[in-house]
């Protein structure tokens, strides 16, 4: 009687099996046919692709790959034609700029020599401005020092 308890309420093997039987069984029953189905469509589409559609490629391919070829030579040329073209318009780009630069630079020079000379004029009026200051005061003082005598 122990044992028989013991067995029903701790021994679970028995309902383990009988559940893992009944997966199995449902498994197979719904899966194995569709997964079976699924293996055999493969296999048919690997036959035909074999057949038919891999020896009609390896005898189209040649004549695809010649078009292909000559395209892909066209645009490079095409590409090699747009590089030369951008090359010369940076070019130009570059003389037009280092044209301009030399012509600031030009300018820059004039006017620095002008302002050379228009400083080189303003020290001299103020120069002969303090020249004629010195002798005006000289002069005030000379009249100045007449007055002082009195």
């Not at 899966?31 to 189905?37: S, V």
Request: charged share 40%; net charge negative; with cysteine.
């Amino acid at each position: 009687d122990v044992g028989e308890m013991y067995s029903r309420l701790l021994d679970h093997r028995p309902v383990i099996q009988g559940e893992i039987r009944y997966f199995v069984k449902e498994f197979e029953e719904k899966r194995g046919l569709r997964e079976l189905r699924v293996l055999e469509n493969l296999k048919k589409t690997i036959f035909e692709t074999n057949e038919h559609i891999l020896p009609k490629c390896q005898q189209d391919m040649p004549g695809s790959l010649n078009e292909i070829f000559k395209r892909l030579q066209a645009a490079n040329e095409m590409m090699h034609r747009l590089q030369e073209r951008e090359h010369e318009a940076r070019k130009l780009e570059a003389d037009k700029l280092m044209a301009r630069e030399e012509k600031h630079a030009a300018h820059w020079e004039e006017f620095m020599k002008e302002q050379q000379n228009e400083r080189a004029e303003v020290d001299e009026e103020h120069r002969k401005a303090m020249e004629r200051l010195k002798e005006q005061y000289s002069e005030m003082e000379k009249e100045l020092t007449k007055y002082i005598s009195f």
